[in-house]
């Protein structure tokens, strides 16, 4: 059945328009949070804020970063990012590449073994002993270690490893190369869109954890940026700026003006950084779910 101009034309100003309200339903909120955390104490209270700031100031910015293990925090969740992203990626990658070789002993109950964790845990309190008893208790590396297998993403890693050309493999064995070889120079550089979504998946919950410090972390210095917002946030958390001379007070911070701000510096730098990554996000996301 041949469909119309105006029709087609009709069906096309339609998807757009619905397409224009979902972004506006998705963005309103960020702009909200936004324009709160931009606005003084006086509009906030009084509930004026739309979308955009009223009484604009950078005092609650000012107040979230004057706090004495703010810019310490943000280097540790930058760090816990990097470094676990990179960490998974390895150990996760290496795990799909075992379990895609069809002459891996025991594959299948391998496969099963993996999934286990992601339907049944142990829960917090025989973590927190294990943590405690392999001395990963107050220490950065309970960030990165106990996160090196994530069952879906090595799925997700595996379906995409079986739709690479057996013959790169062969022809590289035929050529002297082991299968780390193979991996590090062959596997990985045509995976990298699958590797970019699985680096961005473990990179923005490293950036967003807070659980795990507060449950073993005691130390301030080893708190991430997420862990210390919280905890400004469930404390509500306030500023107030110094005295006038006769003894009233020139101006209070808002708390909730605070946790927005809070929200939108936990927020900004996944939004910067992801652009980067979305050729291969989108690519790879595809792929793994037309190939699962």
Same mark, same amino acid.
């Given at each position: ?6 029709? !087609? ?17 998705? @963005? *309103? ?5 936004? !324009? +709160?955390?931009?606005?003084?104490? @006086? ?7 739309? *979308? ?11 107040? =979230? ?12 969740? /930058? ?12 150990? &996760? ?30 829960? &917090?309190?025989?973590? +927190? ?12 590396? /309970? +960030? ?15 379906? +995409? #490893? ?39 998946? %473990? ?5 967003? %954890?807070?659980?795990? !410090?507060? @449950? ?33 007070? /020139? ?14 510096? &936990? &927020? /900004?730098?996944?939004?910067? =950084?992801?652009?980067? #990554?979305?050729?291969?996000? @989108?690519?790879? =996301? ?7």
């Amino acid at each position: 059945m041949v469909v119309s101009k105006g029709k !087609a034309l009709a069906t096309e100003i339609t998807l757009r328009v619905i397409m224009f309200l979902l972004c506006v339903l998705i @963005v *309103f909120p960020f702009l909200y949070c936004v !324009a +709160y955390s931009l606005s003084d104490s @006086v509009a906030v209270a009084t509930r004026q804020i739309t *979308f955009y700031p009223i009484g604009l100031t950078f005092k609650n910015y000012k107040d =979230v970063f004057m706090q004495r293990n703010i810019v310490n925090s943000f280097f540790i969740s /930058v760090a816990r990012t990097v470094l676990g992203a990179v960490y998974t990626v390895t150990v &996760t990658g290496l795990a799909a590449y075992a379990i895609s070789k069809k002459t891996l002993p025991w594959r299948r109950a391998l496969s099963i073994f993996m999934l286990i964790p992601m339907y049944i845990s142990g829960g &917090t309190i025989p973590n +927190y002993v294990l943590m405690f008893k392999i001395g990963l208790y107050n220490s950065f590396w /309970v +960030y990165i270690l106990p996160h090196g297998i994530w069952a879906f993403n090595m799925l997700l890693m595996r379906t +995409y #490893f079986d739709g690479l050309p057996a013959e790169l493999e062969e022809a590289a064995h035929l050529d002297g190369a082991g299968d780390l070889r193979i991996f590090w120079r062959i596997i990985l550089p045509l995976s990298m869109p699958i590797v970019s979504v699985i680096a961005m998946y %473990s990179g923005v919950w490293q950036w967003n %954890s807070w659980y795990d !410090a507060q @449950v073993y972390i005691t130390k301030s210095n080893l708190k991430p940026l997420a862990a210390v917002l919280q905890q400004m946030i469930m404390s509500s958390y306030s500023s107030q700026m110094s005295l006038a001379s006769g003894g009233q007070v /020139v101006e209070q911070s808002s708390p909730e003006a605070i946790r927005m701000a809070t929200l939108v510096i &936990t &927020t /900004v730098p996944i939004v910067i =950084v992801y652009p980067f #990554f979305q050729k291969y996000f @989108v690519q790879g =996301v595809l792929i793994g779910a037309v190939k699962a």
